[in-house]
């Protein structure tokens, strides 16, 4: 087993079936309208018509239930560009294919992929107890993982000729850095559909590949 696959499973969100799910999904839209301070269990049991006994059954704190949200939000990630991975095609034709279906996952899991951004902001900034910095450590660990799948086919690019990159490293996160800044400035339209986010990704996708000085 490889280590992206042990940090993964180490640091899978726990599945408890539906109910769980229903809990982390009224989280995550918490988390993104209110920020983690200001939210609260109450706030997260209302959204589900609920008890906070019932987030407590799944949750020792709200720390833990954001921790697991921001597992969950990368889970969704990981999911989304392993079929592009697996593509045949020059290393710039599969990064392109990468960074769209990464684009589509942050906005059709817009709240997930907020907290994920919240969740590197409290590492690098917020003040938290050890045992918190700990988890958060393991989490970040898990977005190096995500971050390193695309230095690698990049790099493949590069040693086929379909990319010119001087630097792998930060071509992939200035590429990775925007997409990520979706969730500031995206908003989901009244009626949008997964094909106008598809467009979104590819107008997106193409600008950044421009940069990169792709032979596509």
């Not at 939210?39 to 833990?64: L, Q």
């Not at 951004?117 to 977005?143: F, K, S, W």
């Not at 086929?160 to 997409?179: F, M, R, T």
């Not at 500031?184 to 339209?189: A, G, K, L, S």
Request: proline share 3%.
């Amino acid at each position: 087993m490889n280590q992206v696959s042990t940090n993964l499973d180490r640091n899978r969100p726990r599945n408890d079936g539906s109910g769980n799910m229903e809990v982390l999904t009224a989280a995550a839209e918490s988390f993104m309208e209110r920020g983690f301070h200001a939210s609260s269990i109450d706030d997260v049991a209302r959204r589900i018509s609920s008890t906070k006994g019932r987030i407590y059954h799944y949750y020792c704190s709200k720390v833990d239930l954001f921790f697991d949200v921001h597992r969950e939000g990368m889970r969704r990630n990981f999911a989304a560009i392993a079929p592009a991975m697996a593509q045949e095609g020059t290393g710039a034709q599969r990064l392109s294919l990468m960074l769209k279906q990464y684009a589509l996952s942050m906005m059709e899991n817009l709240p997930f992929e907020t907290v994920v951004v919240q969740g590197v902001h409290m590492y690098r900034i917020i003040a938290t107890t050890p045992a918190q910095r700990c988890v958060l450590a393991e989490l970040m660990a898990i977005r190096n993982d995500f971050e390193s799948l695309f230095k690698t086919v990049a790099l493949d690019g590069v040693q086929d000729g379909s990319l010119q990159i001087s630097d792998v490293s930060i071509a992939i996160k200035a590429a990775l850095g925007s997409i990520s800044w979706l969730v500031v400035w995206y908003r989901p339209r009244p009626n949008e559909t997964h094909h106008d986010r598809l467009i979104l990704a590819d107008k997106l996708v193409e600008s950044l590949m421009n940069g990169l000085s792709t032979r596509v």
